[in-house]
């Protein structure tokens, strides 16, 4: 089992700032089947990248996936309002398919 | 635009069966792959299997001793059940789909439903 560690646990920004959340893998995400979802409270997660760089439709541009192997990142250039969240990674390159616990921005 | 919905009991009793029913709408259930995933604040997200429209599965080592998915294309529905419940499986329970072969992240989602296990 692919085990998905978040860092950091909680983000406090400003909106305007920018949001770095890490995914580290052990061991690595096959081919870069990695995913990233945003959730809010009382709602289901929410795709917004996957295969490690691809936006969902939808999905505003200044949401960005890198990465590769071990290591994967979710960059928010400039936060906006509606961005306070919880995020989590995903991978699904093998089974079980396993989550990331979450990374939750807040309001600085 | 599909859209899921879950149904069935919000509490069971420890020991017995837990079963819960996804209903899709929006969109054909004979094609993509049909998951169930819990959340609950001790185990985060969990994914617990899919089933194929064709009927195939794959569960969640951790639980396939205690998880049967099945599917009604007839009702465009699916099915989890799980067996002899215990505290731990309280959770919010979510259906969701599958992209399938070759990125199969999860793109459409259900609202989730509370199952809390108790006497």
């Known amino acids: 089992e692919i085990v998905l560690t978040q860092s950091p646990g909680t983000l406090s920004l400003s909106p305007g700032d920018r949001a770095t959340l890490s995914c580290r893998a052990t061991?690595?995400?096959?081919?870069?089947?990695l995913a990233w979802y945003q959730q809010k409270p009382g709602q289901p997660p929410r795709l917004l990248i996957y295969a490690t760089s691809t936006r969902a439709t939808g999905i505003p541009d200044r949401f960005s996936g890198s990465g590769s192997g071990t290591d994967f990142t979710l960059t928010v250039s400039r936060l906006a309002p509606e961005d306070f969240a919880v995020y989590y990674c995903?991978?699904?390159?093998?089974?079980?398919?396993?989550f990331g616990q979450g990374t939750k921005v807040e309001i600085k | 635009q599909v859209q899921l919905q879950e149904s069935g009991p919000g509490l069971v009793k420890p020991s017995e069966t837990l079963s819960l029913t996804c209903t899709v709408s929006?969109?054909?259930?004979?094609?993509?792959?049909w998951n169930w995933i819990r959340q609950s604040p001790g185990r985060g997200l969990e994914w617990i299997g899919y089933i194929y429209y064709s009927g195939s599965t794959n569960y969640n080592p951790s639980l396939k001793s205690r998880v049967t998915i099945s599917v009604d294309t007839s009702k465009s529905q699916f099915s989890l059940n799980l067996m002899s419940v215990n505290a731990a499986d309280t959770a919010i329970y979510y259906c969701?789909?599958?992209?399938?072969?070759?990125?199969?992240?999860?793109?459409?989602w259900g609202q989730g439903t509370l199952v809390t296990v108790s006497s």
């Open positions: 061991p690595a995400v096959s081919n870069n089947f």
């Open positions: 929006g969109g054909s259930i004979s094609s993509y792959s």
């Open positions: 969701a789909r599958d992209r399938g072969y070759p990125h199969p992240y999860f793109d459409f």
């Open positions: 995903q991978q699904y390159g093998s089974s079980p398919r396993t």
